[in-house]
């Protein structure tokens, strides 16, 4: 079967690091090939730093790659390598082409250049050159690889070979200028000053790689802020929504509460009108029909019969119906009450709505420094670390059950009550205790944590001491807030109501507080700080830290502050 033919570059097959066809090729996991000296050479040098980086793509491993040869690429690149060796020995590829040194002896069809001399600053293809390399005189001359800048070679005041570097004038000069202008000076051969360059080179590229994967970290971690950004800005859309759509909700409803209470009140009052204006009109058509039985009576020529019914029509007037006016009642006197609501309800209404629009107005116009609070919050440890308070714990607030240790910087829990002093500001019911300085401002701490589990806390100082109620405890007032620790879950706790935060928690947790904006931070800190759970409030009173731990009849807890690394 007939091989397939396929037309590739040699460029292809080029060793990103020695820039020549590659030699033993191996293929790292990223997808690049090295020639298996020079991948072997790079990491060598990384060694020291325990991260070894593809030369390529700036990929990292944290271990050393084992290399494996890839015998297909080797096959390939043999093959070419042939190829390369027929296309050279075919006459058509002696000539010169676009890019190659000219032979400066070829009269017609120029052919390419092998080498150039340094003496005769001349170039010779292979036919040209032979006599440089027979005859006795020409073979002291200096040869190197074809070049179509000899004239750099040469000194343009002396007209001679440049083969001394100058250290004192940082320039490569001729024998005869180191005879005049730089006499005295210290100098060395040239081979001798790029082996020298060459050292410093490797420092430079060595250098510049650490600037470049500083860099690409930097790139990394501000990629991760930009995303931390993204998705804290979306959260905060999402949430500011559905406040505004309950709020919206909460109005309407109030909305239609108010509507029934004036349709109610409406109806009352004209139920009482509708009912007084039946029974005065039940009254003027008994009054009509009387005046008209009068008037009849008043026409009678029965002297008898008028004296008789005229009686009984006084009489049939004294019998009133009770729910009737009296006789003497004038209609003048009775009044209706026109409660006149749209005046009233309507000033309070007006009244109402400018309130409610200089508080919106007044918190609203919070909310730019909010959301500027919380992009200006550090992103990084070493950031959070500009901000760290080194915080003590206060003795005489420590519950008796609760073991001070490390210079108060530590603490664990006891089955034995300790000898502890009496004291107004010690806890005598719950297993807790503060720090003694007070958090003003921007302040960041760390903590770690192990046992049964522990309350990390931030509260007011006069939040109470004595006694078992809620007031005291860490997280069920209003007076502190507490990410309650323990093996198996993580919870916030403010003003006695749990937040779940569906993580378990780690063993070092950063705590970041700004005052001023009111914006209290919980943090896992490891390699990358990860947001545990964050609050938004207004602090009107400084704050301090404070511990609280978890302790049952098989084992206690430990809570220690944690100092800059």
Same mark, same amino acid.
């Given at each position: 079967?007939?091989?397939?033919?396929?037309?590739?570059?040699?460029?292809?097959?080029?060793?990103?690091?020695?820039?020549?066809?590659?030699?033993?090729?191996?293929?790292?996991?990223?997808?690049?090939?090295?020639?298996?000296?020079?991948?072997?050479?790079?990491?060598?040098?990384?060694?020291?730093?325990?991260?070894?980086?593809?030369?390529?793509?700036?990929?990292?491993?944290?271990?050393?790659?084992?290399?494996?040869?890839?015998?297909?690429?080797?096959?390939?690149?043999?093959?070419?390598?042939?190829?390369?060796?027929?296309?050279?020995?075919?006459?058509?590829?002696?000539?010169?082409?676009?890019?190659?040194?000219?032979?400066?002896?070829?009269?017609?069809?120029?052919?390419?250049?092998?080498?150039?001399?340094?003496?005769?600053?001349?170039?010779?293809?292979?036919?040209?050159?032979?006599?440089?390399?027979?005859?006795? !005189?020409? #073979?002291?001359?200096? @040869?190197? $690889?074809?070049?179509? &800048?000899? %004239?750099?070679? *040469?000194?343009?005041?002396?007209? =001679?070979?440049?083969?001394?570097?100058?250290?004192?004038?940082?320039?490569?000069?001729?024998?005869?200028?180191?005879?005049?202008?730089?006499?005295?000076?210290?100098?060395?051969?040239?081979?001798?000053?790029? !082996?020298? #360059?060459?050292?410093? @080179?490797? $420092?430079?590229?060595? &250098?510049? %790689?650490?600037? *470049?994967?500083?860099?690409?970290? =930097?790139?990394?971690?501000?990629?991760?802020?930009?995303?931390?950004?993204?998705?804290?800005?979306?959260?905060?859309?999402?949430?500011?929504?559905?406040?505004?759509?309950?709020?919206?909700?909460?109005?309407?409803?109030?909305?239609?509460?108010? @509507?029934?209470?004036?349709?109610?009140?409406?109806?009352?009052?004209?139920?009482?009108?509708?009912?007084?204006?039946?029974?005065?009109?039940?009254?003027?058509?008994?009054?009509?029909?009387?005046?008209?039985?009068?008037?009849?009576?008043?026409?009678?020529?029965?002297?008898?019969?008028?004296?008789?019914?005229?009686?009984?029509?006084?009489?049939?007037?004294?019998?009133?119906?009770?729910?009737?006016?009296?006789?003497?009642?004038?209609?003048?006197?009775?009044?209706?009450?026109?409660?006149?609501?749209?005046?009233?309800?309507?000033?309070?209404?007006?009244?109402?709505?400018?309130?409610?629009?200089?508080?919106?107005?007044?918190?609203?116009?919070?909310?730019?420094?909010?959301?500027?609070?919380?992009?200006?919050?550090?992103?990084?440890?070493?950031?959070?670390?500009?901000?760290?308070?080194?915080?003590?714990?206060?003795?005489?607030?420590?519950?008796?059950?609760?073991?001070?240790?490390?210079?108060?910087?530590?603490?664990?829990?006891?089955?034995?009550?300790?000898?502890?002093?009496?004291?107004?500001?010690?806890?005598?019911?719950?297993?807790?205790?503060?720090?003694?300085?007070?958090?003003?401002?921007?302040?960041?701490?760390?903590?770690?944590?192990?046992?049964?589990?522990?309350?990390?806390?931030?509260?007011?100082?006069?939040?109470?001491?004595?006694?078992?109620?809620?007031?005291?405890?860490?997280?069920?007032?209003?007076?502190?807030?507490?990410?309650?620790?323990?093996?198996?879950?993580?919870?916030?706790?403010?003003?006695?109501?749990?937040?779940?935060?569906?993580?378990?928690?780690?063993?070092?947790?950063?705590?970041?507080?700004?005052?001023?904006?009111?914006?209290?931070?919980?943090?896992?800190?490891?390699?990358?700080?990860?947001?545990?759970?964050?609050?938004?409030?207004?602090?009107?009173?400084?704050?301090?830290?404070?511990?609280?731990?978890?302790?049952?009849?098989?084992?206690?807890?430990?809570?220690?502050?944690?100092?800059?690394?």
């Amino acid at each position: 079967m007939a091989e397939a033919s396929i037309s590739v570059d040699q460029d292809q097959f080029i060793c990103p690091v020695c820039l020549d066809l590659l030699k033993d090729p191996v293929t790292v996991s990223c997808g690049h090939s090295f020639c298996k000296v020079c991948i072997n050479s790079c990491w060598d040098q990384e060694e020291q730093k325990g991260v070894y980086s593809c030369p390529q793509c700036r990929h990292t491993f944290t271990s050393r790659p084992v290399l494996n040869r890839n015998n297909m690429l080797a096959e390939v690149v043999e093959k070419l390598k042939k190829k390369t060796e027929v296309q050279a020995a075919s006459p058509d590829h002696c000539y010169a082409g676009p890019g190659d040194v000219e032979c400066d002896f070829c009269t017609r069809r120029k052919h390419k250049a092998v080498k150039s001399c340094l003496v005769c600053v001349t170039s010779f293809c292979e036919i040209h050159l032979k006599p440089h390399l027979e005859v006795p !005189a020409l #073979k002291k001359h200096t @040869l190197t $690889e074809a070049s179509a &800048k000899l %004239q750099e070679k *040469i000194c343009s005041e002396h007209n =001679k070979l440049i083969e001394i570097y100058c250290r004192t004038d940082q320039i490569s000069i001729c024998s005869l200028c180191m005879l005049d202008k730089h006499k005295g000076h210290d100098a060395v051969s040239v081979t001798a000053g790029r !082996a020298e #360059k060459q050292s410093e @080179l490797k $420092e430079q590229q060595m &250098k510049s %790689q650490q600037r *470049i994967q500083e860099k690409q970290k =930097k790139v990394q971690e501000l990629k991760q802020a930009v995303n931390t950004i993204k998705l804290s800005a979306q959260t905060a859309v999402e949430d500011s929504e559905k406040i505004f759509t309950e709020m919206i909700s909460f109005m309407k409803k109030k909305r239609l509460e108010v @509507l029934e209470m004036i349709r109610a009140q409406e109806e009352a009052e004209l139920s009482g009108a509708e009912r007084l204006l039946e029974k005065l009109e039940q009254e003027i058509a008994d009054l009509q029909r009387r005046v008209t039985e009068l008037e009849q009576l008043s026409h009678t020529h029965d002297h008898i019969h008028f004296l008789q019914s005229f009686q009984s029509l006084c009489v049939s007037a004294g019998r009133r119906s009770p729910d009737l006016p009296r006789p003497n009642f004038h209609t003048s006197s009775i009044t209706v009450h026109q409660h006149h609501l749209s005046d009233g309800m309507g000033k309070y209404f007006s009244d109402l709505k400018k309130k409610l629009e200089e508080f919106c107005e007044e918190e609203f116009n919070k909310i730019p420094a909010q959301v500027q609070s919380f992009l200006s919050e550090p992103q990084n440890r070493d950031e959070f670390l500009k901000y760290f308070c080194y915080l003590t714990l206060d003795p005489n607030t420590a519950h008796r059950k609760l073991i001070m240790s490390e210079k108060n910087r530590a603490v664990s829990g006891s089955v034995r009550k300790q000898q502890y002093s009496d004291h107004p500001e010690r806890y005598d019911s719950w297993p807790q205790v503060l720090c003694e300085q007070s958090v003003c401002g921007c302040c960041y701490w760390e903590v770690e944590w192990s046992g049964v589990g522990v309350d990390i806390s931030v509260l007011y100082k006069d939040i109470r001491r004595k006694g078992r109620g809620d007031e005291c405890v860490f997280g069920r007032n209003n007076q502190s807030w507490s990410l309650q620790c323990s093996t198996t879950s993580l919870c916030f706790y403010h003003n006695n109501i749990e937040t779940d935060l569906r993580v378990l928690p780690p063993s070092r947790i950063g705590v970041y507080v700004d005052h001023s904006a009111g914006t209290l931070s919980f943090y896992s800190v490891s390699d990358t700080m990860k947001l545990l759970h964050r609050v938004q409030t207004t602090f009107t009173q400084p704050l301090y830290a404070g511990f609280g731990l978890h302790y049952l009849s098989f084992g206690s807890s430990t809570v220690r502050l944690c100092d800059p690394e």
